[in-house]
T-cell receptor, first 116, second 116 residues
Framework: GAVVSQHPSWVICKSGTSVKIECRSL??????MFWYRQFPKQSLMLMAT?????????EQGVEKDKFLINHASLTLSTLTVTSAHPEDSSFYIC????????????FGSGTRLTVV | AQKITQTQPGMFVQEKEAVTLDCTYD???????LFWYKQPSSGEMIFLIY??????QNATEGRYSLNFQKARKSANLVISASQLGDSAMYFC?????????????FGGGTRLMVKP
């Protein structure tokens, strides 16, 4: 079945530094990928939709200059949290769209980011 | 208005018994898809079952079945013969339209706890 690899699984960084999270579709091509954020005991909130070769579409309230998304190939999308602050600490999870089926939304295993 | 509503924040079920997790949705699009995902404590999102709005039959996948009541706009998940490993968060999600780039919108989730 479709597999999405997300790295790193967890990361601790200092305030003010940047962190890059990678999301790769391993056995299918994903024109579209989605980035979600999940706070403890809450649901997944969509941050942005990433389309290969074009600019990402950000949800209202998400700072595009802070959360940089690059989808340079059909198998890789990256999310960079720039100038991270403690309030950016969260669980970030990507989903890649496998267009061969109606239900093809495969998720990565998520990245737990802690900013200290 | 909430597009996906899960009214049960938490539920207990005895091992080997069946349990129903509720989900109601709101959309004016005649074409939509409904999903259920399981999220264990590790954070990964595990796809369980999918129901398309035009599907005549209720979806089933092993011990999982989806009770799709279109007129009531409900898509309840039924887990038969609960196992201890079923303890997790469960999320209902919806995709409106069949455009490949359409995102999933998630409900607030239900935490299921299976008692031995």
């Amino acid at each position: 079945g479709a597999v999405v690899s997300q790295h790193p699984s967890w990361v601790i960084c200092k305030s003010g530094t940047s962190v890059k999270i990678e999301c790769r579709s391993l056995d299918f091509q994903a024109t579209t990928m989605f980035w979600y954020r999940q706070f403890p005991k809450q649901s997944l909130m969509l941050m942005a939709t990433s389309n290969e070769g074009s600019k990402a579409t950000y949800e209202q309230g998400v700072e595009k200059d802070k959360f940089l998304i690059n989808h340079a190939s059909l198998t890789l999308s990256t999310l960079t949290v720039t100038s991270a602050h403690p309030e950016d600490s969260s669980f970030y999870i990507c989903s890649a769209r496998d267009q061969t089926t109606n239900y093809g939304y495969t998720f990565g295993s998520g990245t737990r980011l802690t900013v200290v | 208005a909430q597009k996906i509503t899960q009214t049960q924040p938490g539920m207990f079920v005895q091992e080997k018994e069946a349990v129903t997790l509720d989900c109601t949705y709101d959309t004016s699009d005649p074409s939509y898809g409904l999903f259920w995902y399981k999220q264990p404590s590790s954070g990964e999102m595990i796809f369980l079952i999918y129901q398309g709005s035009y599907d005549q039959q209720n979806a089933t996948e092993g011990r999982y079945s989806l009770n799709f009541q279109k007129a009531r706009k409900s898509a309840n998940l039924v887990i038969s013969a609960s196992q201890l490993g079923d303890s997790a968060m469960y999320f209902c999600a919806m995709r409106e339209g069949y455009n490949a780039g359409n995102m999933l919108t998630f409900g607030g989730g239900t935490r299921l706890m299976v008692k031995p």
